[in-house]
C-alpha cells in the first residue's frame, strides 16, 4: 500500500489518496487548480497567477473570492492526513510535491493513453485554456526523428514527454550566481495595468532595461529606445514593424497584486502578428535590484532562445541559391542543433560558404568554431584541431569584441588544452558582456569539475539550468551537474542527474559514464552492468579511449572512471 497521493493527469483526471481511494473534484477549476499546481517546478504559485488563469474574466475582489471558496473546498478534500499536500499561505498557494506522485512529471503515459487532462475545458478562461494548450504541446513533443531512426536493435526510445526538472535541480528560489540581413528586435513599453499612475515609470524602465541587456545579443540587432518609444499604445503592430525595420516585437504588461507584481512578456512575429511565445513571472518589487535583475537575466535568456528557433525554423523552407549571409547562417545552425555527424558536416559547408560571402563576418567566425567544437568533443579530436578552434575563436574576438560567445568559445578551447586559469578568465569576460550567456556558466562550471573543484562547480551549473531550463541540449549541463556530484562521492545525486540528462539525450555516452561509475561506487553491480550494457547498445565502439580524452588536469580521475566501468 502506497504511502503517498498518485495524481494522474494523462487521460481522465484522477487523484488516490495514499490508501489508494479515489479522490473525487467535483469542480472543474478545482481540477485545474490541482494541475496547474502540479506542473509548476516547485508546487508553487501566487493567487494572483491562479486568480488571472482561472477567474480572468472577473473584477479582482470577485476573482479573489471565487479562489478563497476553491481553496476551502479543496483543503477539505485533501489535507485529511497529519502532512497537509495543499498549503495555503497569504499570497501563494502551494501543492507538497514531496507526498504525491504524478504521472506527467515522471513522463509516464496513463496505461491506456490518453491526452493531458483529457476532456476538461472552462468556456470563456483564455488563460487557462493557453496554459492547457502549451502543456500539451510540451508533453507530446516526439523524440528527434534522427535518434529513433538509429536507435539499435534492442533499445527502444519511448515516444514521451521529457520530465520536467524538479525544483532542486533547478532552482528558482535565488536569483542566478553570477542590421545586415538580422532580424531585428523592438521592445515597446509595456502597459501599466495596476491602475495607479504613479507606476508609469516602471513601464518605461523594465523596458529600457531590456533594451540594453538584449543589445548585448550581438547577433540580434535590438532597436534603440527613441525609436521604439515614439509609438502610443494600441499602435498596429505592422505599422511598427514597417516603420522600425523590426521582424520581432516584444511586448509586455504588468499588474499589482496584494503586494506582488505580474509580469507578462510575449514575443511577436510581426509579419503575420503570431505570437511566438508568452511568459509570466511573478516579483516582489520591480523596483528591488536582486528580483528585478533576476527577471530581465531569464528574460533575455529565453528570448534569445526563441528567437534562435524561429530563425532556424524560417530557413528551412528557403531555396538553398537563395542564401545570404544571414541565411546560411541561420540553416547551419539548424542542422548543428540536431547534433549528428552528418548534420554537423552540412553545417560546417554551410558556415563557410557564409565566410566566403563575407570573410570578416563575426557570426560566421563564431558560428564556425560551435561546429568544430562540436566536431571535437564528439570525436575526441586532436590537440591540433583544438589549437585550430582556438585560433578561430581569437578572430571572432577580434571581429567583435563586445560579443562574449567569442570569449566562451576560447574559454572552452583553453579547457580542453587544460588550462584551467586562462579558461575561466576567458568565461568571466563572456559572462561580463552577457550575463545570460547559460552556455557560458555552464562551461565554467564544468571547467571547475575538471580541475577538481565541483564545489564551485555547482552553482554556475544550476543558473546555466536555470536560464536554460527548457532547453533539450540542456543534457551537457545536466551531466556536468552528475559530474560535480559524482567527484563529490554523492552517488545518488550524481545518478539522478545523469538520468536526467540521458531522458533528453539518450545516447549521450559521458552521462553514461558518470551513471555506471556511482551505481558501482554504491556497490549496485548489477545496475552498472545493466548501464553498461545499454551503453554498448547505444555506442558498440565505446572504450577506454573515451574515457582518457576528457581534459581532467589530474589525471588519476581517468583512472578512476575507468575503473568504474569494469
Not at 498557494?93 to 476538461?120: C, M, N, S, W, Y
Request: with cysteine; charged share 25%; net charge neutral.
Amino acid at each position: 500500500m502506497t504511502k503517498r497521493f498518485a495524481l494522474g493527469l494523462f487521460g481522465p483526471f484522477r487523484l488516490l489518496a495514499p490508501g489508494g481511494e479515489r479522490i473525487e473534484i467535483p469542480s472543474k477549476k478545482g481540477i485545474a487548480l490541482i494541475a496547474m499546481l502540479a506542473m509548476t517546478r516547485d508546487g508553487e504559485r501566487t493567487r494572483g497567477w491562479l486568480q488571472d488563469k482561472l477567474w480572468g474574466k472577473r473584477q479582482h475582489h470577485e476573482a479573489g473570492g471565487s479562489l478563497r471558496r476553491e481553496l476551502s473546498n479543496l483543503r477539505r478534500r485533501l489535507n485529511r492526513n497529519a502532512s497537509p499536500l495543499l498549503i495555503c499561505e497569504h499570497d501563494r498557494v502551494k501543492l507538497d510535491l514531496d507526498l504525491v506522485d504524478i504521472d506527467a512529471r515522471i513522463g509516464t503515459h496513463h496505461p491506456l493513453g490518453g491526452e493531458f487532462l483529457e476532456g476538461l475545458d472552462i468556456p470563456g478562461e483564455d488563460g487557462f485554456e493557453q496554459w492547457l494548450r502549451e502543456q500539451r504541446s510540451a508533453l507530446t513533443r516526439p523524440i528527434e526523428h534522427d535518434q529513433r531512426a538509429k536507435a539499435p536493435a534492442g533499445v527502444k526510445l519511448l515516444d514521451v514527454a521529457v520530465p520536467p526538472l524538479p525544483a532542486h535541480i533547478v532552482d528558482t528560489s535565488q536569483p542566478p550566481f553570477g542590421f545586415d540581413g538580422s532580424p531585428a528586435l523592438a521592445v515597446v513599453p509595456f502597459v501599466n495595468l495596476t491602475n495607479d499612475s504613479a507606476d508609469d515609470y516602471l513601464a518605461e524602465g523594465i523596458s529600457e532595461e531590456l533594451i540594453d541587456r538584449l543589445s548585448r545579443i550581438r547577433w540580434l540587432p535590438v532597436i534603440a529606445r527613441n525609436s521604439s518609444f515614439s509609438f502610443p499604445n494600441g499602435t498596429d503592430r505592422t505599422l511598427i514593424s514597417k516603420s522600425l525595420g523590426a521582424k520581432y516585437l516584444l511586448e509586455g504588461r504588468f499588474r499589482r497584486d496584494q503586494g506582488t507584481y505580474s509580469v507578462t512578456a510575449s514575443l511577436v512575429d510581426a509579419a503575420n502578428e503570431h505570437t511566438v511565445w508568452t511568459q509570466r513571472f511573478a516579483l516582489p518589487s520591480l523596483t528591488s535590484g536582486d528580483s528585478f535583475g533576476q527577471f530581465v537575466t531569464e528574460l533575455v535568456a529565453d528570448l534569445e532562445t526563441r528567437i534562435d528557433h524561429a530563425e532556424q525554423v524560417r530557413t528551412r523552407s528557403k531555396r538553398q541559391d537563395s542564401f545570404n549571409v544571414s541565411d546560411l547562417i541561420w540553416r547551419g545552425r539548424w542542422h548543428l542543433n540536431r547534433l549528428t555527424r552528418a548534420d554537423s558536416e552540412i553545417a560546417q559547408k554551410l558556415f563557410a560558404e557564409a565566410r566566403k560571402l563575407d570573410p570578416d563576418s563575426p557570426e560566421a567566425l563564431i558560428q564556425s568554431t560551435f561546429a568544430l567544437g562540436w566536431t571535437i568533443w564528439a570525436e575526441r579530436q586532436s590537440k591540433e584541431r583544438i589549437l585550430e578552434m582556438r585560433k578561430l575563436a581569437q578572430d571572432a574576438i577580434y571581429a567583435d569584441r563586445d560579443d562574449g560567445r567569442g570569449y566562451m568559445l576560447a574559454g572552452v578551447a583553453e579547457i580542453w588544452l587544460r588550462h584551467p586559469v586562462e579558461a575561466r578568465e576567458l568565461l568571466q569576460n563572456a559572462l561580463l558582456l552577457n550575463p545570460s550567456l547559460a552556455l557560458a556558466h555552464a562551461h565554467l562550471g564544468g571547467s571547475f569539475n575538471l580541475s577538481n573543484e565541483p564545489a564551485k562547480a555547482i552553482p554556475h551549473l544550476r543558473t546555466a539550468l536555470r536560464l536554460n531550463s527548457n532547453d533539450l541540449q540542456n543534457f551537457y549541463t545536466l551531466a556536468e551537474l552528475a559530474l560535480s556530484f559524482s567527484l563529490l562521492a554523492r552517488w545518488s545525486e550524481a545518478i539522478e542527474h545523469a538520468q536526467h540528462a540521458l531522458a533528453r539525450r539518450p545516447a549521450y555516452w559521458y552521462a553514461h559514464m558518470i551513471k555506471i561509475n556511482a551505481q558501482a561506487r554504491t556497490g549496485d553491480l548489477a545496475a552498472a552492468r545493466d548501464a553498461l550494457n545499454e551503453l554498448l547498445a547505444l555506442k558498440p565502439k565505446f572504450s577506454r579511449q573515451y574515457i582518457e580524452w576528457l581534459p581532467f588536469v589530474d589525471r588519476t580521475w581517468i583512472d578512476h572512471f575507468v575503473d568504474g566501468q569494469k
